[in-house]
């Protein structure tokens, strides 16, 4: 995968961070430092190449200013470019715009930039006209291809209604996703699933006049997702085994409402457990979508899980991953985010030594899962001491520093052991 970069000369309190664009992102620190508004922008560099009209607008300025107009064609060949900073500056401009409609905050303080993985400083497209014979009729078409760092791609097509996108948006869009991830199929869904997000899983009607952007795109994935049937053929055994087990059960959508089924009985969503509301909205995602083609921004998947099951959430997410999920997720969990780092280094072990690798899988029984850190990057949020908060990037090739759950374990933990020691032999 190439990487999108992203320069954040301000977010919020963020100030000065560079972040590039990976399969499984994690952002970790204290609460209210920015995590959620760097995810959502990640979240944007999937997103808007899935969006038809998003691009439209830049395109159909490109094809003003060059002249080209595809219902009235002489037939001439047409050739002109894009400069990559146009796209980009325009680009880092609707991610603001993005972020204002996800967090329902016009008054958001934000200026990034935005470096696109392409080689060159343009792409060109070309235009021209094809006959084409089918039987004894002749067919004109509108031919438009692209160069995009060596990638080309063309697009025929006879005739556009008024509302269509513009041709070169299309194009564009599909070149982009195709040289990204290697497949424009590899990109066709994204999903939000925003923190207190089990409380529309109990309680829809409250959600279903959602005001802010975050939980609106929620409503509207989960209803996608509740129309949707089972995909039986995509599903990972593996995964599904898993998520059963931190449920234990399933939640299922009768037509009317979610209901959680557990040990052969079943029981209305609003009685289960805090965690099965918060899990359901993901098993529904894994069960009907083939993940491999999906980018999903995930707020705090530990949220009301026993730590154990923390453990677990963090397998799921490596299994998500190796199945080829994009994916961008907040989190508190040290249990989470110790779990991931130890999959990390499993398969760092598992690639020097194979034997040693089996050896403590048996011993310590654990599944064969591992998460190749190449596909990983993680940023650890720190406040400084004028306010400023300081976004780190971690080296994860060997597992992800402890950074922002160091301050919270080692002095209480001590401090556990210190009183455990002082008052156990007081009778």
């Known amino acids: 995968m190439k990487s999108i970069k992203v320069h954040i000369n301000n977010l919020g309190l963020i100030r000065n961070a560079d972040i590039e664009i990976k399969q499984l992102m994690l952002f970790s620190g204290y609460s209210g430092l920015g995590k959620s508004y760097v995810a959502i922008l990640c979240n944007y560099f999937y997103w808007v190449w899935m969006r038809p ?24 060949k047409r ?36 470096e696109l993985p392409i080689d060159s400083h343009s792409f060109s497209f070309l235009y021209e006209q094809e006959v084409i014979e089918m039987g004894n009729n002749t067919e004109i078409y509108n031919k438009l291809s692209i160069n995009l760092s060596g990638l080309s791609v063309t697009y025929r097509f006879k005739e ?7 041709p070169c948006s299309l194009l564009f869009r599909y070149a982009m996703v195709t040289y990204l991830w290697g497949e424009h199929k590899n990109l066709s869904y994204s999903y939000v699933l925003p923190p207190a ?11 279903s006049n959602a005001k802010t952007g975050l939980y609106q795109s929620f409503v509207n994935d989960m209803q996608e997702l509740n129309r949707a049937q089972e995909n039986s053929d995509k599903i990972s055994p593996d995964l599904n085994k898993l998520i059963r087990e931190v449920l234990s059960g399933d939640v299922k959508f009768d037509g009317e409402k979610y209901i959680y089924i557990t040990q052969g009985k ?60 994009k994916m961008l997720i907040t989190t508190h969990s040290d249990y989470f985010f110790r779990r991931l780092n130890d999959r990390i280094r499993l398969h760092v072990l598992k690639q020097r030594d194979e034997q040693k690798y089996k050896e403590l899988c048996d011993e310590y029984h654990l599944p064969d899962i591992t998460l190749d ?23 994860v090739s060997t597992g992800m520093p402890m950074d922002t759950f160091d301050s919270a374990n080692d002095k209480p933990l001590d401090l556990s052991i ?10």
């Open 53 to 76: 009209n998003r691009l439209d607008p830049f395109f159909r300025h490109i094809q003003e200013i060059n002249g080209i107009s595809f219902s009235n064609s002489d037939g001439s």
């Open 79 to 114: 050739e002109f470019s894009v400069k990559k900073i146009e796209i980009e500056k325009w680009l880092a401009e609707d991610s603001i715009s993005y972020l204002k409609y996800m967090l329902e905050f016009s008054e958001l303080s934000a200026d990034i930039k935005v």
């Open 160 to 166: 556009l209604g008024i509302t269509d996108e513009s």
């Open 197 to 207: 997000r089990g409380m529309y899983v109990s309680e829809f009607p409250m959600f």
């Open 266 to 325: 079943r029981l209305p969503i609003s009685a289960a457990a805090a965690s099965v509301r918060e899990v359901g909205s993901l098993q529904q995602l894994i069960l009907k979508r083939d993940i491999s083609k999906c980018v999903i921004l995930l707020e705090e998947p530990e949220s009301h899980l026993h730590p154990l099951k923390q453990i677990q959430m963090a397998d799921i997410i490596a299994l998500m991953a190796n199945g080829g999920a």
């Open 373 to 395: 850190p190449t596909i990983v990057s993680a940023y650890y949020l720190e406040q400084e001491e004028g306010g400023d908060v300081k976004m780190k990037p971690q080296d």
């Open 418 to 427: 210190k009183l455990y020691e002082m008052t156990r032999n007081i009778s």
